[in-house]
């Protein structure tokens, strides 16, 4: 497994994630479009609302798994399983590239 590209693979990611959390928070505070005068409008742009929530708490869980991950390729304990020490197979790393854990342990 090329370290190099997994590191650049993620920091292109953890930029994709960033700007999709930054546009979700942008659309909350109504930066672009403020809130409908209409009702029905408005019960609309709620549930918008919430479904942009989860998609800007989804894109924070996975930047910190993501930052979790530079570090440990930053300190050379990429491979490695924080679990138990064991290495992580190169196909989850590469299914998804901030696993921590074997998939023995992350059962």
Not at 33 to 38: I, K, T
Not at 76 to 81: D, F, Q, V
């Amino acid at each position: 497994m090329e370290i190099e590209a997994v590191r650049k693979r993620l920091l292109s990611r953890r930029d994709e994630l960033a700007q999709r959390a930054a546009d979700a928070r942008a659309d909350l505070r109504r930066e672009h479009e403020p809130l409908s005068a209409d009702f029905s409008e408005q019960a609309v742009q709620r549930e918008n609302d919430d479904v942009l929530r989860g998609l800007g708490d989804a894109a924070r869980g996975e930047l910190a798994g993501i930052n979790r991950a530079l570090a440990r390729i930053a300190a050379g304990t990429y491979l490695s399983c924080s679990v138990c020490g064991a290495d992580i197979d190169a196909r989850r790393l590469e299914a998804v590239p901030y696993a921590d854990r074997c998939a023995r342990c992350a059962q």
